[in-house]
């Protein structure tokens, strides 16, 4: 098993983190102070930020763009999943950078999904335009009245109606529908009820601006309602789209799904490795400059004991994901199904601990605004539940561990 990173990815590293340390980690402020401006001057804070839109440019120059697909005719830069896991890793160390290098959620696994499973036409009036980055989506599963963690409990109904097909449902937490970007949208809902309970389920692509959708409003995580970009509750009352829309064709969503959140975990938990380094580096910077008792905070045991754990767990998580991401590149997702879910676990609560330690590190500073903490703090928590809960993956884990001694095996 070889972990080992291509010259072009050691390439892409170095040319990275150069682009970070330029643009990217200067900027944090602006980011914010521009979102300020934007509902002081304009009245709203839901609009596309100057910031972002003058990087991208940068990015795409400095052959920062789409890392994320791999084996791809119309974006031959994606990388392997081995290859790509250093740089989402250094994406993620500020929640706003994956979109400058158009390598930010829902938007990757959208287009993951796209380029596997829609027509032609589909990909050349939504496809193209993402990969360029001229607009943004969403993806619409979860539904505020079922337990969506089994998505085979979703309600929303997608019902052929001669050529069309005609929607109607309740979804929330749909993030990225916040964004006057947004443009199209992933749906996931029931075609036939009556069908076994893997094949009910179909996904359509529906245009934001069809009549009968409605973004009802944004749902803030913790207080931060995350504008521009938002998790927004949608209705779909009444929206037809044509049959062409339906990807790969009734009864399919189940299995789209699984294909599309393989991909998405993984690059959530390689975001959230550079949330937990950016943390620890914070931290021992933070520790080293203060003193407590007469003596530098770093040189007290007990956070002696923090920094040494942090930097074991997130090491232990990294090569957890790397081994995922290995095997999806040799083996298939499927057959990574148990890596993927044990990272999925894993990565998420890491960054949660090592955040969490960051913040009592820089005291009453690490839940205010003056440092990153408490954002990617309520950031990083929704990664428990989001492409599903931590329960649900450790209970694939646990199948995956008992079938190899049914029947006296193993």
Known sequence: MDFAYSPRCTELQARLLAFMDEHIYPNERAFADEIAANARDKGTRWLPLELIEGLKPLAREAGLWNLFLPRSTRAPEGLSNLDYAP?????????????????SAPDTGNMETLERYASDDIKN??????????????????EPDVASSDATNIATRIERDGDDYVINGHKWWISGAGDPRCQVYIVMGKTDPGAARHVQQSMIVVPADTPGVTVVRPLPVFGY?????????????????PASNMLLGEGRGFEIAQGRLGPGRIHHCMRAIGVAERALALMCKRLEARVAFGRKISEQGVWRER??????????????TLKAAYMMDTVGNKRAAAEI????????????????WAIQ????????DEFPLAYQWAGNRTLRLADGPDEVHRNAVAKLELAKYKDGQG
């Open 125 to 142: 009036r939504w496809l193209e335009p993402l990969l360029r980055g001229e607009l943004r989506s969403a993806f619409a599963m979860t």
């Open 87 to 103: 740089l989402c890793e250094i994406m993620g160390r500020v929640p706003w950078a994956p979109e400058v290098f158009n390598c």
């Open 225 to 241: 309602d995350d504008a521009p970009h938002g998790h927004c509750e949608i209705l779909f009352e009444n929206v037809r789209v």
């Open 361 to 368: 590190a820089h005291g009453a500073a690490g839940v205010s």
């Open 307 to 320: 920094i040494a754990e942090a930097r074991i767990r997130i090491d232990t998580a990294r090569l957890l």
């Open 341 to 356: 879910a044990m990272i999925k676990v894993l990565a998420p609560n890491v960054a949660q601990d090592v955040l969490d």
